[in-house]
């Protein structure tokens, strides 16, 4: 399943690293996410991609993680494109 522009958007400092997550309401395998730069003139990383998974009596969701790095010069504003197996 691939995904476009995945909010919320979010700015990052150079030198800065954040921990975003997505969440879907089913198990969809592997799912891989990158930065999707809307400011020019940054390199941002994206890393360390993670996964954990939740079952309730109810159903089942997974919870994925990607790890940001902008490595500069400017500060970057963001969103996360991405997809996977399904």
Not at 30 to 53: C, E, F, I, N
Request: charge should be negative; charged fraction near 15%; glycine fraction near 10%.
């Amino acid at each position: 399943m691939a995904f476009n522009d995945l909010g919320p958007r979010f700015w990052i400092a150079p030198g800065q690293t954040l921990e975003r997550s997505y969440t879907w309401h089913n198990d969809l395998g592997a799912q891989y996410a990158m930065v999707r730069l809307h400011t020019p003139d940054s390199k941002v990383w994206s890393t360390r991609q993670g996964k954990q998974r939740y079952d309730e009596w109810w159903g089942s969701w997974s919870v994925y993680y990607v790890t940001v790095y902008n490595e500069g010069p400017n500060w970057a504003y963001c969103s996360l494109d991405g997809g996977g197996s399904t």
